[in-house]
């Protein structure tokens, strides 16, 4: 019986959740109380479904995390969840337990292979083990993430590689932008280039609505 905690931010978790799921008797098993990734379509609910068929379980109902957005770390009914990981394990199924989180020990996931262990003291649990690239061009410190161009210039720790807006990691940017601009970048021109087309005389007439009314 053997647990995967998979976070799909993490490098090369696309890859490695192909791989676990060549096995036949493996089950993905969703624990995202929201199952929708706002990078990436292929790591929403829907996809999943449509890629794995039956062999893709979501339990954020049960498992889900519902101070996702901040605060302590609190699962939504652990004891149907526990008992359902239970079930999938005693049938046979080696289980990918999948979240957004890159880092096991600050993800609910951790908590949920505790409670597991509990049940079940001879489960196996799992990690991916990331080998560094690299040092970091920015810090010097073992790099995990690198730009999709391969190159030294591109490689960077879990402290750098990020943007520090909407956390989106280096490997991503490409599927935003050709330039590998990162996702909030690009929101943020658009912004800029359709307040710049509503300043335009044919469209003042609505303009006014996006700026603060100011009494002359």
Excluded at 118 to 132: A, G, I, N, W, Y
Excluded at 154 to 167: I, N, V
Excluded at 180 to 209: D, G, R, S
């Amino acid at each position: 019986m053997k647990v995967f905690p998979i976070g799909y931010s993490s490098l090369g978790a696309q890859e490695r959740v192909n791989a676990l799921l060549s096995y036949p008797r493996t089950l993905l098993v969703d624990t995202r109380l929201k199952p929708y990734c706002k990078w990436s379509e292929d790591f929403c609910k829907e996809a999943l479904e449509l890629k794995y068929g039956e062999r893709y379980r979501w339990a954020g109902k049960y498992l889900g995390n519902e101070n996702y957005q901040g605060g302590p770390i609190k699962l939504a009914d652990p004891a149907m969840g526990i008992r359902g990981l239970v079930k999938y394990l005693s049938e046979g199924h080696d289980l990918l337990l999948l979240c957004q989180c890159r880092e096991f020990s600050k993800c609910h996931v951790s908590h949920i292979c505790t409670m597991l262990l509990e049940k079940l003291p001879d489960v196996e649990v799992v990690r991916c083990q990331v080998s560094s690239l690299g040092p970091c061009a920015q810090c010097g410190e073992p790099a995990t993430l690198a730009s999709p161009s391969g190159r030294l210039q591109g490689l960077s720790c879990e402290k750098h590689g990020y943007c520090r807006r909407c956390k989106t990691s280096i490997v991503q940017f490409v599927q935003y932008h050709e330039c590998y601009v990162c996702p909030c970048v690009v929101a943020i021109a658009q912004h800029m280039q359709l307040a710049e087309e509503l300043k335009t005389p044919e469209l003042n007439h609505i303009y006014w609505f996006l700026e603060p009314h100011v009494e002359k």
